[in-house]
């Protein structure tokens, strides 16, 4: 009963930027954790970034330095800031939420992707 719904991929140049979107919606009591993670063909998918609730966040080595995430709470949205983008970065990227519900239960969701392509 929870779904997260992604904006903002699309094309851009290589040294470009990006913002992607992600909001939450449904019965959610608290969200644990939110980020993104990414899926190029071919590829296994792959951690982005993670932003824990409390404030801890979590990077991939790839994209330590370029890539920002960041949360707002009262709208239950995380968004991925993303600089000097490479060839590299091209994939699907998918948001997720450990979203614990009215029962206490924690279960992972996972939006629907959005396709970000970077050209040369």
């Known amino acids: 009963q929870v779904q997260l719904v992604e904006s903002g991929g699309g094309l851009v140049r290589a040294g470009g930027s990006l913002r992607l979107s992600c909001a939450a919606s449904?019965?959610?009591?608290?969200?644990?954790?939110m980020g993104w993670y990414r899926q190029a063909p071919g590829k296994q998918r792959e951690l982005v970034a993670m932003f824990i609730t409390g404030g801890t966040t979590n990077y991939a080595d790839s994209v330590k330095g370029r890539f920002t995430i960041s949360r707002d709470n009262a709208k239950n949205t995380v968004y991925l800031e993303m600089n000097s983008l490479k060839l590299e970065d091209t994939a699907v990227y998918y948001c997720n939420a450990i979203v614990t519900n009215s029962g206490l239960i924690s279960i992972s969701y996972w939006g629907q992707g959005t396709q970000v392509t970077v050209s040369s």
């Open positions: 449904g019965t959610i009591f608290r969200i644990n954790a």
